[in-house]
């Protein structure tokens, strides 16, 4: 279900749309997570990538993550109150990347296209752990 939630202030009109459901494996599909068969040639400054095997492509597939620096315990208690809130993780939050914090990225993850519990850059954006890169302004 998807309720629309509607404010007006100061003249502007700000509308909001959330999806509901019933807790664990009802994911929703919204986005994906971009994957590739090689690691980048020329990877942008700064990024990191990981591999996972994935047998139904028959070899490897590459995906940014964030790098090993930014994954500190407020990160990680962060992403673990996300995961919370969206009915995929029932462990304390402690800051650590344990096993239940890995089954649980692996849940949300798998449901948008990636059977990994490594964490993806695109998954940390889409749960608004890290923001999405600004267009550039032409």
């Known amino acids: 279900m998807i309720r629309i939630t509607a404010l007006i202030t100061a003249g502007a009109l700000f509308l909001t749309a959330c999806q509901t459901g019933t807790g664990v494996g009802t994911i929703t599909q919204t ?3 971009t994957l590739h068969r090689t690691r980048p040639a020329n990877p942008p400054p700064d990024t990191c990538w990981a591999s996972q095997t994935a047998p139904q492509t028959d070899g ?13 315990t407020d990160f990680i208690n962060t992403l ?59």
Request: aromatic share 6%.
């Open 60 to 72: 490897d597939i590459w995906f940014q993550t964030p790098c090993p620096d930014a994954l500190d």
């Open 31 to 33: 986005e994906t997570i």
């Open 80 to 138: 673990q109150r996300a995961l919370k809130a969206r009915g995929l993780y029932d462990g304390e939050i402690d800051g650590t990347l344990g096993t239940g914090t890995r089954k649980a990225i692996r849940t949300y993850q798998a449901a948008h296209g990636l059977d990994s519990d490594v964490l993806a850059l695109d998954t940390a954006r889409q749960l608004g752990l890290i923001a999405y890169p600004r267009p550039d302004k032409a």
